[in-house]
């Protein structure tokens, strides 16, 4: 089993004028284990970029239950997390290895379940959230946004700022071009885990 690697934090260039965007990925072990290590190598991103406690609580919190999903529920030996923000909003990504016939998602729970209450989880803390297939392999890539409580006062906050995914294997960068437009797999609630197949709805 492969080793997990350190979260390589990109961003802010030395003696840049303007704060860049910040991000972060790491790989691990597709392992009940990594779903501690996955919290941790988040918390300390985003305690150093500042954010407030429960921003920071909320957001392992979110990377913990995506973690969980893809290795209880994907034939995965490996999974990237990426993490990046632009002060107005935060994405947590979390891609794995396998593309199968059947997608996450969101289910009703009932009063006795013991379980399943993950991606509702999500929900409740995420202003946004969804699945799509990865460009960079053959697996899916399961993503949150969560709004900050209060705003980064080491950041300029630009609504208008898109997201750029981090490549698996690419090097880090420090000035990422805006996103493309991502046709995003969307969840909708369901009384059974990952049943059927979604639509795929366009997502900016």
Excluded: K
């Excluded at 965007?21 to 988040?42: C, D, E, K, N, Q």
């Amino acid at each position: 089993m492969a080793p997990p690697s350190s979260p390589q934090p990109l961003g802010r260039p030395p003696g840049s004028g303007r704060p860049a965007p910040r991000a972060g990925i790491f790989g691990l072990p597709a392992a009940p284990a990594s779903v501690g290590l996955a919290r941790g190598h988040v918390r300390g991103l985003l305690e150093d970029w500042d954010f407030d406690p429960e921003t920071c609580d909320n957001a392992v919190l979110v990377t913990s239950e995506l973690v969980t999903n893809a290795v209880m529920h994907t034939a995965s030996d490996r999974i990237v997390c990426r993490l990046r923000t632009d002060g107005d909003r935060i994405r947590i990504e979390v891609e794995d290895e396998s593309r199968g016939p059947t997608l996450p998602e969101q289910r009703i729970s009932r009063p006795d379940d013991q379980g399943g209450r993950g991606l509702m989880l999500v929900g409740v803390l995420s202003s946004d959230w969804g699945v799509r297939d990865s460009p960079y392999g053959p697996g899916r890539i399961v993503w949150a946004e969560l709004i900050p409580e209060g705003p980064d006062p080491d950041l300029d906050q630009d609504p208008a700022l898109g997201f750029t995914p981090v490549p698996t294997l690419a090097p880090a960068v420090t000035s990422p071009a805006p996103s493309a437009s991502v046709h995003d797999i969307r969840p909708v609630p369901h009384l059974a885990e990952g049943t059927h197949p979604h639509e795929p709805s366009a997502h900016p």
